[in-house]
């Protein structure tokens, strides 16, 4: 056992208080990583009316070739004002010397995702290779998400789904800013 006090480092010769050194493989995600907010339009067959919804990304890592991804929302009201709670998921994107990209994503409401995908300069495409679902979970067939981060510093989020006896389309899209 080593010891992780500030003062010790960690075997890899950085500090638990001082950020590690993204690794190589992580070029082509850089421009993501940060705390990301914004608001977007949600939409779906099987769901009474349009919704508006606040979201917040976070993009991080630890010094491995591993993007640790986390995302939350809420339900806004007409005056965009949080109703409640609604989407969560968190997961891993693990990065390919070619530019793939393989993701793990899990929901709280039973659903395990793995997409995989292609990372280049400022952009993500990952589709659904597999998708397991908890006993109870709502049925959910494929997803498709992209994150796309323009010049402007914005960055675009959008997300087909297949659920519930419908087909792939679209079912999300939000414009987030890096929060300072």
């Known amino acids: 056992m080593f010891d992780l006090a500030p003062e010790h480092p960690y075997p890899d010769g950085h500090r638990p208080d001082e950020a590690p050194a993204p690794h190589p493989l992580l070029a082509p995600v850089l421009g993501l990583l940060g705390v990301w907010q914004g608001r977007g339009e949600g939409e779906y067959p099987t769901i009474d009316g349009d919704f508006t919804y606040a979201q917040e990304v976070t993009f991080s890592h630890d010094g491995r070739p591993f993007l640790r991804y986390e995302a939350r929302a809420w339900l806004l009201d007409a ?64 997803t498709r998400r992209r994150y796309t981060l323009a010049e402007d510093g914005t960055l675009t989020f959008l997300h087909d789904l297949a659920a519930v006896g419908q087909p792939l389309q679209h079912h999300l899209a939000a414009r987030l800013q890096r929060k300072p």
């Open 79 to 142: 005056d965009d004002a949080p109703l409640r709670p609604s989407a969560r998921e968190s997961g891993w994107w693990r990065l390919q010397a070619d530019g793939r990209v393989e993701a793990l994503i899990t929901q709280p409401t039973g659903i395990a995702e793995i997409a995989v995908g292609r990372a280049a300069e400022g952009a993500v495409d990952l589709s659904t290779h597999e998708v397991a679902l908890a006993p109870t979970a709502k049925q959910v067939d494929a």
